[in-house]
């Protein structure tokens, strides 16, 4: 899947995927949906899930897959392979056919992701 208009759902998003791109992202979005009650979008051409905010997103690339979160940083002691994105807490795991990730831990991230929101609030509302 390569950058382009933004899917019109989160079944479009995901339909629109093929190889491991899609059984990744398929296993990710239903253990994302699993570890808490999110919302899910498409925002910024990406698969978002919203809890208070927004918390986890799903972008499909050439060559990889990302798992995003917005309080990412504080997730690496979970998760060494995220990396630090942007200025803020974002982080991201990257992905590729060799490079995967299991359900459970994405699973564990989503759910510590859900409460991070839930205690610390929207981390997209600015101070």
Known sequence: MTM??????PDAYIAALSSWQRERCEMMRAAIMAAAPFEETIKWTN????????CILIRAEENRVLLG????????DIEPRIRASGKYELGNLVLT???EVSPAMVTRLASEAFRLNAELGNPAARA
């Open 4 to 9: 382009g208009p933004a899917a019109e759902s």
């Open 97 to 99: 056919a060799e490079a």
């Open 47 to 54: 698969l978002v899930f919203l809890a208070n905010g927004p």
């Open 69 to 76: 979160f917005w309080r990412g940083k504080r997730l690496r």
